[in-house]
């Protein structure tokens, strides 16, 4: 039976790659789809893309601090649940979905949840360790331990509880809801979208970032790593593709290397068009910073190298060592140039002995892909 439902998140539709992922999955089979989502410059208040009805939240994203932080999820909060009642009055919405952060979202669906629909908490990230990351206190803050109490309180007030991967499910068993089930829906890719073999022939040895450029994703830790091989072996490049706040000192880091010939900035691309590019790439450089937050991350840059069998470097993180061992990727200690300097080295000199990690990567790996979990999604849904 077909279902009437509303997600909800504070980011931008369609930007927000996981959401489209889920809407696009629902509406496969056949149900109506709506979102309320921020409102970024540009777009409409209003209006449907590809059958899902968008309603945006005009609210400019700041977060200079705490406060400010505070005030953007409280004002979102608020606003979201009258649009949602509102637009439940005319809808009969079955089910509704919060993305989170933040974790308190979860009360706009009150009132659908005092008339016995189905509340979906799906827990993008971990708010506690967020805020720990975020403003440098401890675990024993008072704010850290009010966050932990309103994440359990958040938890056992949901119906349905999603998160994106095994070691963020285990920390909320442990600490918040023992005996409820948590479904894994990883932010994975679908096979079909990319292609493994679309490697196409080229010279020298090209190394590859694709994505957002900003400083959690220690693109300054890859680039003076990569300069310490440079001198070595003359053929050796390395593309960055996107745009970010860092943009301006990466360039600047470059320049002061003396590698503006070897590190190429791309700028912003299509999606599709930066999948073309990755058939020419030998090796993917993730350099993540490490902290309480970030180690329980999953890049889904990751997933697509994985599923291209683009040999890949990341940086140690528990929730990506969860996941695969030496056999399918290189770690390298988080921040530590000349351990991440010695794996594009050894990278370059094993060819062979890395692109047979990078089919195993695949074929270990592929039980994870994005139509796997659209069917776990679809599964809480139509239950």
């Not at 994505?211 to 593309?239: Q, R």
């Not at 060819?351 to 047979?356: A, F, G, H, T």
Request: aromatic letters at 12%; glycine letters at 4%.
């Amino acid at each position: 039976m077909t279902k009437n439902i509303c997600l909800i998140v504070q980011s931008g539709y369609p930007g927000d790659v996981r959401v489209r992922k889920e809407a696009m999955a629902l509406l496969s089979h056949g149900h109506t789809v709506s979102i309320i989502a921020l409102r970024n410059s540009g777009e409409a208040r209003h209006e449907v893309i590809d059958n899902v009805k968008i309603y945006r939240i005009g609210l400019q994203k700041k977060r200079s601090g705490k406060i400010r932080y505070v005030l953007e999820y409280f004002t979102f909060f608020f606003l979201s649940f009258i649009r949602l009642n509102i637009l439940d009055f005319r809808y009969r919405y079955d089910i509704v979905h919060i993305n989170t952060l933040p974790d308190f979202l979860v009360f706009a669906g009150l009132i659908q949840k005092l008339k016995g629909k189905k509340i979906i908490l799906d827990m993008h990230e971990i708010m506690p360790e967020f805020f720990m990351s975020k403003f440098g206190v401890g675990f024993h803050h008072p704010i850290v331990f009010l966050l932990r109490i309103l994440e359990k309180i958040c938890l056992k007030f949901a119906d349905e509880v999603i998160t994106v991967n095994e070691p963020i499910k285990s920390i909320f068993h442990q600490r918040s809801i023992p005996h409820k089930p948590i479904t894994v829906v990883m932010n994975t890719v679908s096979t079909s979208v990319v292609d493994s073999d679309i490697k196409r022939s080229h010279v020298g040895f090209n190394c590859v970032y694709h994505g957002t450029l900003t400083d959690i994703y220690g693109l300054d830790t890859a680039i003076e790593g990569f300069s310490k091989v440079k001198f070595k072996f003359p053929d050796i490049l390395f593309h960055i593709y996107g745009d970010g706040q860092c943009l301006f000192q990466l360039k600047k880091l470059t320049k002061k290397l003396n590698l503006e010939n070897s590190v190429i900035f791309h700028g912003a691309m299509t999606h599709k068009e930066v999948l073309k590019s990755l058939g020419e790439m030998d090796l993917g450089i993730l350099s993540m910073r490490k902290d309480v937050f970030l180690n329980l991350s999953f890049s889904n840059k990751l997933a697509e190298y994985v599923y291209m069998k683009i040999p890949t470097i990341v940086s140690d993180l528990d929730s990506v060592k969860f996941y695969f061992t030496n056999e399918h990727i290189l770690f390298y200690e988080a921040a530590n140039t000349d351990d991440l300097a010695q794996k594009i080295e050894y990278a370059y000199l094993n060819r062979e002995i890395i692109n047979m990690m990078a089919e195993s990567a695949y074929v270990h790996f592929k039980e994870y892909n994005w139509d796997v979990m659209a069917e776990r999604y679809l599964d809480i849904i139509e239950r």
